[in-house]
């Protein structure tokens, strides 16, 4: 489809922001500008410069507009998915970085300050959007990530190779025994939606991968449980436990931890919107009865 062709950037853009509405996209000037400016591969800045001029709108525009009014995800679109400091690959297959996992990272940037060499592992990495921060921003940090999907792992590949992480195909379960004991950081977001919790955004429901949506039975917390576990195989006495999670499985979290015995200081931590997002804790130096 070449509905834009021979039109200004400036009109295609508008036309395009009302297709992007009608079809229910929640940021619809942003993405029309997005999509311009992943053809054209100028910058945003540049772009709203040329908007103000008589620019002619760039072949192929038009496609790109349907495919995104059809909620394919943006990133999809465009290939790159922006978190912290990185430009990530990602794609069909690989769940897309979410801006709260910001959050995450920086509870274990703050927490690995001042170490010399942390040894940090990132359960079910996705794109290795946290594995891939905590490399590039912690000078020294050896950073191991975990990845089960085929696909996700090879989209993580991709992204983790040039910063220096070690990547594995595994299950978060029993990933990595012959790093027991050796951790002092694990960090994950995992899969954790409940199984009736269908989300209602197509972009998700239909293209971010449900392995990395469903976290396992009725409550989605089969997995959030098993990392928890794998944490306490994992992380050296006094080591830390982070992960994200829904706003609503906050106390179930904190209570699931803190029924162990095996933690200490278990602490529930907010996003920038405010919302209980994530749960610290620290490995207590033995178990109860040991
Ligand atoms: C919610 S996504 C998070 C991805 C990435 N960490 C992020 O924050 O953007 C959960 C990831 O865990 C992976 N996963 C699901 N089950 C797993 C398992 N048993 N072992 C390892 N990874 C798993 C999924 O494939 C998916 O990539």
Known sequence: MTFYQGQSLADAVRE??????????????????????????????????????????????????????????????????????LELRVGPGVFIPRPETESVVQLVIDR????????????????????????????GAEVHAVE????????????????????VQGDL?????????????????????????????PEVALHDPPEALYGGGA???????????SAVRLLKPGGYFVMEHAEVQAGWIAGMLQRTGRWNDVTTHFD?????RATSAVLASAAPDE
């Open 16 to 85: 395009a922001t009302a297709v992007l509405t009608d079809a229910g996209v929640p940021t619809p000037r942003v993405d029309a500008e997005l999509l311009a400016e992943h053809l054209l591969g100028v910058g945003l800045g540049r772009l709203r410069a040329m908007l103000l001029g008589d620019a002619p709108a760039p072949d192929g525009y038009g496609e790109l507009v349907q495919e995104r009014a059809g909620r394919v995800p943006l990133q999809h679109i465009t290939g790159v998915a922006y978190f912290r400091y």
């Open 219 to 229: 409550d989605g917390m089969e997995l959030p449980t098993a990392a928890a576990a």
């Open 173 to 201: 379960r029993d990933a990595l025994p012959e790093h027991n004991g050796t951790f002092d950081v694990v960090v994950s977001n995992p899969p954790y939606i409940p199984a009736e919790a269908i989300p209602t955004e």
């Open 112 to 139: 690995v300050k001042g170490m010399p060499n942390p040894k940090v592992v990132d359960l079910g990495t996705g794109s290795g959007a946290i594995a891939g921060s905590i490399a590039h921003e912690v000078p």
């Open 272 to 276: 920038l919107n405010g919302k209980e």
């Open 148 to 167: 089960y999907s085929t696909f996700a792992h090879a989209w993580a590949a991709k992204n983790l190779e040039p910063l220096g992480v070690t990547l």
